[in-house]
């Protein structure tokens, strides 16, 4: 049940924790991500080509409200378990928010496992993104001005907005999905070679770099403890819970189920620290990273998305 991309995940972790000199250059780093997300993109964009757009707007609003809910279930939680108010959202935000490689992890789980899933199930990374993290930062602004008693510093939401939306994460992302949408597959052919066939290779090297920097991070739980801890690897079922509900609720398939609940149990570490760093800068950034990289995301590799898929199928009857 193991798939081949999580070795290399694992095989980064080792490495990092038996300090080998194993380092991957700062701009294959780069590349690999930036193909990634096209691909990713891409592949969403040219299924939903073939989707009357109507037909998804129920789905993108669930997404949209779920990712936005999630930081307001967490946060509460989090200052029971001793966080700040701004710490609290800080971190609920990052789970409100999604993983791009967690979900390209699940999708080639899911075709090993010969389980389909609706094709144009990136469209649903794309517009999870922003909304959690939205929350955080207004959870966080309250929690600064409730604190401190004074007013909170005034968030510029022209510049949040621009680094959220136009980011290089949600940028390729989003612009991989309109270039496949309007090109459709025969447009798209000549590239598919490049996108398509070496997909979970590229991936497989990109996971081998996050084990790395994982692994990195495995220092700090020492830090922040059993708590921390605790609430990384225990909510993801949790929200995967409420993912597959809200699947289950849309009518989505069991691949589409297992799907939505991994993207709601993910953990974003790209797009959320570098937002949450410019609008909350007295949040602590390295809370947040080790739980949800060092953490979270290791979790839902290698355990949580077969999890996830069963979960589906039990909801299913299957």
Not at 131 to 137: C, E, L, Q
Not at 293 to 298: C, D, E, Y
Request: charged letters at 10%; hydrophobic letters at 60%; aromatic letters at 8%.
């Amino acid at each position: 049940m193991l798939d081949v991309v999580v070795l290399f995940f694992l095989l980064g972790l080792f490495a990092r924790l038996v300090k080998s000199d194993l380092r991957l250059p700062e701009a294959l780093y780069e590349t690999l991500s930036i193909y990634l997300l096209l691909a990713i993109g891409l592949k969403g964009g040219i299924e939903l080509s073939k989707q009357p757009m109507m037909d998804l707007l129920p789905q993108m609003l669930a997404c949209m409200a779920l990712g936005f809910a999630i930081p307001f279930v967490l946060t509460p939680l989090l200052r029971l378990l001793g966080l700040s108010r701004v710490d609290a959202a800080s971190l609920a935000a990052h789970y409100g928010s999604v993983s791009v490689v967690t979900f390209a992890v699940a999708s080639a789980y899911l075709v090993a496992q010969g389980e389909p899933a609706e094709s144009h199930a990136a469209l649903w990374v794309a517009i999870m993104e922003a909304p959690g993290i939205i929350a955080g930062i207004l959870l966080a602004r309250l929690g600064v001005s409730g604190t401190e008693g004074r007013p909170a510093p005034r968030v510029a939401w022209g510049e949040l907005a621009h680094d959220v939306f136009l980011g290089k994460s949600v940028l390729l992302l989003a612009g991989g999905l309109l270039i496949g949408a309007v090109m459709g597959e025969a447009g798209t052919a000549p590239i598919a070679p490049v996108f398509t066939a070496p997909f979970k290779g590229v991936l497989a090297l990109f996971l081998l770099e996050l084990g790395l920097v994982a692994g990195g991070r495995l220092g700090e739980l020492k830090r922040y403890g059993v708590r921390l801890v605790g609430f990384a690897l225990l909510i993801p079922p949790v929200l995967a819970l409420g993912g597959a509900l809200t699947g289950l609720a849309l009518g989505l398939s069991t691949g589409g189920i297992a799907i939505l609940a991994t993207l709601a149990a993910s953990a974003s570490y790209i797009a959320a620290p570098t937002a949450m760093r410019m609008a909350v800068p007295e949040a602590n950034a390295a809370l947040s990273i080790t739980a949800a990289l060092g953490i979270t995301f290791p979790f839902n590799i290698v355990l949580g998305v077969p999890l996830y898929l069963e979960m589906a199928r039990w909801l299913q009857g299957q």
